[in-house]
């Protein structure tokens, strides 16, 4: 039986012996050949087993599972299979907000309402090396006005929308897990613990750690030993899909069930817009009872990101779900529309753009997750060396996305989706200066300076929307791309969480240069008559109510562009091609509770 281990079989304990039968007669005994004999490597061997166990016991079903799926999508991908044969394309259903309306105002007070019946969870498992930063995504400022990096605002803004509402009941405390990697662990847990958790409670942060999965030699699904290592497997990471397995088996989702929490919301690791749109989705979800809710902004036919559609089988099968863009105007044409995917007379695909943000509801979701035991439908996408498509350039391994966690659901799934315009929904950073400054022109940049420069305009356009007079934008170019520039204006969640929470703070005549900075730190600061050119930051302890008016007049914080490529400056700036210089400003600090103006 264990005829290529020898008498090295003998090392193992009965556990490790059943998975090594389980592996032979999966077509894997390349990975024992040629051993020698007990005596030479065996702590080398007993690394070799401890990997395995653990590769076998991080992957729904185990290594048999796992190799039998790679079969599978190994030869789908070799015969070039459809995915989508059978599949008839149509227009999901779904809610299509608009900021500031009376529409949009009633779904965010919902939201808020449910905030406290909902979890976070967080998919971080990158580092930031593809956009030029050395350390872990999450850990970059957002805006490098106020230097928030994106984990604290999503702290800040997950405690505001706590406090909003507990509305005087019991505190609630939101829970807030963290998908990290190898890569991310270590230096997530150091961000946090170094920062006091951004004022959460420790107690309400999880961090779950995603394994890698082994990579794959040969159509054959035969696993990759290390070129350098014959004692060791080849992983690679398996995709955020994990997340949901990673929940299941962690026993976490039971205990929130328990405590009577009704949703769950996923996010990625730098879009610091998101919480923006969380309201009013969560509003969405819970009025219209959607089991699952896609996040989605407006798209423009043919745009690179993926389109959500209901696909509908021949056999009747049907789900609501992301289909990238490169396969919905195949499949378009294929079904009966000549022109593939184009615009309606609205000016947009009606097949909204994905941006990977979903809002769950917990009950179906454990009931769904207990079925499939937390596996996601994977894909596997190989570089074959030639057309015969029997060779690996380099050895591959499955994959599998968050998003495609509706594909196995029950057609009487209840999965739907919320449309939000782009400007204040989605600016994820993940290009690095060099690739954003190819990007076609009118296409988003999607990088540290595109990323920043949208959170300035979005705060511009809501707080005008609020009856703020706010300067028109000018053009500027940093590191090869051509932005908005709008007066430099942030806020944290707690002050501005709604947009009824906003124009509730905010009255009389108010203007802001386009030269201006204004960071407002603290909740109870009210708005009223302020004319600002120049710099203004105004910080006050929560119980602490501000008055803020008159005029603020002084040189302000001017920017100044520099290169990617200047090794003086620090990466955080360098990734974005910009940075302030502080020449003046007013900045006004109310640390003890009370009643305050400020005059400028």
């Known amino acids: 039986m264990a005829s290529s281990l020898g008498d090295n079989f003998n090392l193992l304990s009965p556990k490790q012996q059943e998975l090594v039968k389980i592996l032979l007669n999966n077509g894997q005994d390349h990975l024992f050949r040629d051993w020698p004999a007990p005596g030479v490597d065996d702590d080398e061997k007993k690394a070799f087993f401890d990997q395995l166990v653990l590769l076998d016991s991080s992957y729904p079903g185990g290594l048999e599972s796992y190799i039998n ?29 608009t900021f500031g309306d009376e529409n949009f105002i009633k779904f965010e007070e919902a939201g808020v309402r449910e905030a406290r019946r909902a979890a976070f969870v967080l998919v971080a498992g990158g580092l930031g090396e593809r956009l030029g930063y050395n350390g872990i995504k999450v850990a970059l400022p957002a805006e490098t006005t106020t230097g928030t990096r994106f984990l604290q605002h999503y702290i800040e803004s997950i405690l505001a929308l706590q406090e909003a509402s507990s509305d005087g009941e019991g505190k609630t405390q939101i829970p807030f897990v963290i998908m ?19 004022g959460m409670q420790p107690t309400q942060v999880t961090l779950l750690k995603q394994e890698k999965v082994a990579c794959l ?16 497997i080849q992983t690679k990471p398996h995709g955020h899909g994990d997340v949901h397995s990673l929940l299941h088996s962690s026993g976490i989702l039971k205990v929130w069930y328990n405590a009577g929490l009704k949703w769950v919301l996923f996010f990625q690791d730098t879009n610091g817009l998101l919480f923006k749109a969380i309201p009013s989705a969560l509003g969405v979800s819970s009025t219209k009872q959607y089991h699952v809710n896609s996040l989605a902004v407006p798209r423009k036919a043919k745009e690179a990101i993926g389109g959500i559609t209901r696909l509908t089988h021949s056999d009747g099968r049907s789900m609501v779900i992301n289909v990238e863009y490169n396969q919905l105007d195949p499949l378009l044409r294929a079904s009966g529309y000549p022109d593939g995917d184009v615009n309606s007379e609205t000016g947009y695909s ?46 591959t391994r499955l994959e599998c996305m968050m998003q495609d966690y509706p594909k196995t659901l029950p057609p009487s799934a209840r999965v739907g989706f919320t449309v939000m315009e782009t400007w204040f929904a989605y600016a994820p950073v993940k290009n690095n200066a060099e690739d954003a400054a190819k990007v076609p022109k009118g296409n988003p940049y999607h990088s540290a300076t595109s990323g920043e420069m949208a959170i300035y305009r979005a705060n511009s356009i809501i707080l005008k929307k609020a009856g703020f007079q706010v ?11 051509e932005v908005e520039v709008w007066p430099r204006i942030t806020w944290k969640p707690k002050w501005g969480l709604t947009f009824s929470s906003i124009k509730s703070k905010v009255s009389g005549n108010c203007s802001i240069s386009h030269k201006s900075t204004l960071a407002i730190k603290g909740q109870k600061i009210f708005i009223e008559n302020l004319a600002v050119d120049g710099a203004v930051i ?27 490529k200047d090794s003086s400056e620090p990466e955080v700036l360098r990734i974005r091609g910009f940075k302030f210089n502080k020449v003046e400003q007013v900045e006004e600090n109310y640390s003890k509770p009370g009643k305050f103006q400020f005059k400028g």
């Not at 999508?73 to 070039?80: N, T």
């Not at 990290?180 to 613990?193: I, K, N, Q, V």
């Open 69 to 97: 799926n790679a079969k599978r999508l190994l030869a789908d991908s070799k015969a070039g299979t459809n995915p989508f044969d059978g599949f008839t394309p149509s227009v999901p259903t779904g809610e299509t907000l």
């Open 180 to 198: 990290t990697s190898d890569d991310t662990h270590g230096r997530t847990l150091e961000l946090l613990e170094s920062n006091s958790y951004f």
């Open 217 to 232: 030699d040969d159509n054959d699904a035969r696993l990759a030993l290390d070129p350098k290592n014959r004692y060791r």
């Open 350 to 395: 009606p097949f909204p753009g994905n941006i990977n943000q979903l809002i769950l509801e917990l009950g179906p979701y454990i009931e769904e997750l207990t079925k499939t035991g937390g596996a996601i439908q994977e894909f596997v996408n190989p570089k074959y060396k030639d057309s015969s498509k029997t060779a690996f350039k380099s050895s």
């Open 471 to 481: 300067a028109d934008p000018v053009l500027q170019n940093f590191n090869g791309q």
């Open 538 to 564: 105004i910080d006050a302890v929560d119980d602490a109510e501000v008055k803020v008016g008159g005029s603020v007049q002084n040189k302000g914080w001017t920017i100044e562009p520099i290169d990617y």
